[in-house]
């Protein structure tokens, strides 16, 4: 197994790390109940998507 000869700087180490941050999810108002809802997906509070109602899965807590 090979050992580094030198030490990483910090500027190397940061550029390898630049890709590791984390966004925030885009998100749009649902044009039924306009609450928040990620694009593409059945609104998690009403269950519609494309103006049609679709079942949704009940807490079972």
């Given at each position: 197994?090979?050992?580094?000869?030198?030490?990483?700087?910090?500027?190397?180490?940061?550029?390898?790390?630049?890709?590791?941050?984390?966004?925030?999810?885009?998100?749009?108002?649902?044009?039924?109940?306009?609450?928040?809802?990620?694009?593409?997906?059945?609104?998690?509070?009403?269950?519609?998507?494309?103006?049609?109602?679709?079942?949704?899965?009940?807490?079972v807590?």
């Amino acid at each position: 197994m090979g050992i580094p000869k030198t030490k990483p700087s910090r500027a190397r180490r940061g550029s390898r790390r630049s890709h590791d941050s984390l966004s925030i999810p885009n998100l749009s108002a649902c044009p039924q109940c306009t609450e928040p809802k990620m694009p593409h997906r059945i609104c998690p509070q009403c269950g519609t998507y494309k103006g049609k109602v679709f079942n949704q899965k009940e807490d079972v807590s």
